[in-house]
Every structure is written in structure tokens, then in C-alpha cells.
């Protein structure tokens, strides 16, 4: 079974630009989440998305959003691009029943000119 | 709200030695799960080991295993036998409903 593919795997922006990163998740799983990793803050919750829904939100500004679509496939999208948003973000799949675990994609390197 | 905190930013262990991570949570529910999740350097994140609040008994998985004190609210992660590519950065992540909260990691190196 294939794992969770993100799209870009590296990308470089300027201030000001707006950048969508992609998440195919593992067959099967309706719910996606995506984070912003770090270093020193760990792993910080963006959104959760399962059947095309947002079902959970972190602390992000309006910048950042997001959808799904009906094949579980989910982008991301962040506008407006500030220096602060240079991260490595990571999408999760899972099954979307509680308890079940997250799998993870390679994610997608950002860095903001 | 959720919180999970992992006070140990670095630890190092030598090779064949054992190392235990720590990991403390806060939560007013009662039924949830833990997870600890290994990122080696520059690659995908992956699954430790998975422990349901509900279960005494505390998981293992080879060399890896936990000491679930549910009472303290820590969970805590065992590593036995260390080999060199256990080295990476340690996640531990609380769930209750779907959405996962993660610690701030603790980077562990395996020294030869």
C-alpha cells in the first residue's frame, strides 16, 4: 500500500507570494491533517480535514487554509507569505476513527525569501 | 486544553546501552491514547508504539517499550539494546476524539 505522498517536496518563495502544498493520503483514510514543524516548537496542528470537512482547527492566522476533496486528497494553502512561515510542513492520514494512529508523509520543505 | 511536554531537548546513549525519554501530559479526560513517533534525521516520521488509556498493561514492541502511569499522567519511552539507528528525533503525541497533540521532541543520539 502506498504511504502518504506530499507535493513539493522543497519549495522557495518571496514575501508576499501565496504557495498550495499538496497531500495524497494512504488509500482508505478520510481524514488529513496537516502541521507546521519547526525547530524548538515541535509539531504545531494546522487543520484536520475529514470527508471534504474542516472537523479541527489550530491557532493559525486566515492566511493559512485549507480543503479536501471527495478522493481524500487535501491541499494547503497559505497567502500572503511571511518570513516566519519557513517550515517543514507535514501532512497525516488516518483512518479518522478515534484512537486510530497518524501516518505521515516526507513533507514539504518552505523556505520564504 | 490538551498539553503534552517532553522536558528532555537532548539525550545521548551509548550503543547496547538502555535510554528512557519522558513524556508528561494534561488532560481532563478519560479515556484517550498516547503514542510515541521516531523522525530520523531528514526523513519520515513513523510509529513507535501506540498505548490506549484504558489498558494497565503497558505496550511494547521489541526493543522498544513504555511505562504508562496513568494516574501521574506520564508516559514514558523505553529503548533497550540502543542501536545506531535509533538515532532521531522522539515525538510523544496525546489524542482523545481526532485531533493529535505532540511534545517538542527529544532529540536522541546513539553513540558508537
Known amino acids: 500500500k502506498a504511504g502518504v505522498t506530499q507535493t513539493p517536496r522543497y519549495l522557495i518563495k518571496t514575501r508576499g507570494q501565496q504557495v498550495t502544498l499538496s497531500c495524497s493520503p494512504i488509500s482508505g483514510h478520510r481524514s488529513v491533517s496537516w502541521y507546521q514543524q519547526t525547530p524548538g516548537q515541535g509539531l504545531q496542528f494546522l487543520f484536520e480535514y475529514f470527508s471534504e470537512t474542516q472537523r479541527n482547527k489550530g491557532n493559525f492566522p486566515g492566511r493559512f487554509s485549507g480543503r479536501q476533496f471527495s478522493n481524500s486528497r487535501s491541499e494547503m494553502n497559505v497567502s500572503t507569505l511571511e518570513l516566519g512561515d519557513s517550515a517543514l510542513y507535514l501532512c497525516?492520514?488516518?483512518?479518522?476513527?478515534?484512537?486510530?494512529?497518524?501516518?505521515f508523509g516526507d513533507g514539504t520543505r518552505l523556505s520564504i525569501l | 486544553a490538551q498539553t503534552v511536554t517532553q522536558s528532555q531537548p537532548e539525550m545521548s546513549v551509548q550503543e547496547a546501552e538502555t535510554v528512557t525519554l519522558s513524556c508528561t501530559y494534561d488532560t481532563s479526560e478519560n479515556n484517550y491514547y498516547l503514542f510515541w513517533y521516531k523522525q530520523p534525521p531528514s526523513r519520515q516520521m513513523i510509529l513507535v508504539i501506540r498505548?490506549?488509556?484504558?489498558?494497565?498493561q503497558n505496550a511494547t514492541e521489541n526493543r522498544f517499550s513504555v511505562n504508562f502511569q496513568k494516574a501521574a499522567k506520564s508516559f514514558s519511552l523505553k529503548i533497550s539494546d540502543s542501536q545506531l539507528g535509533d538515532t532521531a528525533m522522539y515525538f510523544c503525541a496525546f489524542t482523545s476524539g481526532n485531533q493529535f497533540y505532540f511534545g517538542t521532541g527529544t532529540s536522541l543520539t546513539v553513540i558508537p
Open positions: 498505548q490506549e488509556a484504558y489498558k494497565q
Open positions: 497525516a492520514s488516518s483512518l479518522g476513527e478515534e484512537g486510530q494512529p497518524q501516518h
